[in-house]
């Protein structure tokens, strides 16, 4: 199974996924971390590019490029191989994150981007996607408190809203792949709704 974690900044995503592997390893099941962009050698030094604050002239389409690179490397990589040997794949972002981001928050035209993204994956999609949803400016706070602070962040507020309407854009028009859980509340909370959603489905399976 692959599962993806997508949201707005701040959302949580990487300090969730630790504690998700390990209760998951607890139950037996053969877990596989992984984060875009990035998870690969090559992967990360296209991260740094991309990230780093002194990039400040990067166009969006460089940008855009950039991330389906990373992207098709660890999808060859990593991810495929992992799954061709059992294992539950957990990516800290995925396409989703280009279609939001470079899509709706760049508004860049949707069908090129999703053009890329499908020949980036080679039309590899997750089983399930959780949007961990959080207020744009709850999530900007976080992360600059949390001193995670890259390139993307200094973006405008508006440009974060466009991400996160995208975002709740793509669970209406793919209700049967995404679930929302609700990353306003307490670290705890949203752990025992990440469990539950994934268990769950994992026993559908
Ligand atoms: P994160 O590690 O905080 O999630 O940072 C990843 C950043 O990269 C975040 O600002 C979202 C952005 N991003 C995109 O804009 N498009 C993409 O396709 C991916 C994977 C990430």
Same mark, same amino acid.
């Given at each position: 199974?692959?599962?993806?974690?997508?949201?707005?900044?701040?959302?949580?995503?990487?300090?969730?996924?630790?504690?998700?592997?390990?209760?998951l390893?607890?139950?037996?099941?053969?877990?596989?971390?992984?984060?875009?962009?990035?998870?690969?050698?090559?992967?990360?030094?296209?991260?740094?590019?991309?990230?780093?604050? !002194?990039?400040?002239?990067?166009? =969006?389409?460089t940008?855009?490029?950039?991330?389906?690179? =990373?992207?098709?490397?660890?999808?060859?990589?990593?991810?495929?191989?992992?799954?061709?040997?059992g294992?539950?794949?957990?990516?800290?972002?995925?396409?989703?994150?280009?279609?939001?981001?470079?899509?709706?928050?760049?508004?860049?035209?949707?069908?090129?981007?999703? =053009?890329?993204?499908?020949? =980036?994956?080679?039309?590899?999609?997750?089983?399930?996607?959780?949007?961990?949803?959080?207020?744009?400016?709850?999530g900007?706070?976080? !992360?600059?408190?949390?001193?995670?602070?890259?390139r993307?962040?200094?973006?405008?507020?508006?440009?974060?809203?466009?991400?996160?309407?995208?975002?709740?854009?793509?669970?209406?028009?793919?209700?049967?792949?995404?679930?929302?859980?609700?990353?306003?509340?307490?670290?705890?909370?949203?752990?025992?709704?990440?469990?539950?959603?994934?268990?769950?489905?994992?026993?559908?399976?």
């Amino acid at each position: 199974m692959f599962i993806t974690l997508e949201g707005p900044e701040g959302s949580g995503k990487t300090s969730h996924i630790p504690y998700l592997v390990e209760y998951l390893r607890e139950k037996g099941y053969i877990v596989f971390p992984t984060r875009e962009p990035g998870g690969t050698s090559i992967g990360e030094q296209i991260r740094e590019v991309i990230h780093d604050l !002194k990039n400040v002239e990067m166009h =969006a389409r460089t940008e855009t490029l950039l991330y389906q690179a =990373a992207r098709a490397q660890i999808v060859e990589q990593v991810i495929q191989p992992r799954l061709a040997d059992g294992a539950i794949v957990i990516s800290d972002r995925y396409f989703d994150s280009t279609i939001a981001y470079q899509g709706y928050g760049h508004q860049q035209d949707l069908e090129q981007v999703r =053009a890329l993204v499908k020949y =980036a994956t080679g039309g590899l999609m997750p089983d399930l996607t959780i949007l961990l949803d959080v207020d744009v400016e709850v999530g900007l706070k976080r !992360k600059k408190k949390d001193n995670e602070w890259n390139r993307l962040d200094g973006y405008t507020v508006e440009f974060h809203q466009r991400v996160r309407a995208g975002y709740l854009e793509m669970v209406k028009q793919e209700p049967a792949r995404w679930v929302v859980v609700d990353a306003n509340r307490e670290w705890n909370e949203v752990q025992a709704g990440l469990r539950r959603v994934i268990l769950e489905r994992l026993q559908q399976s």
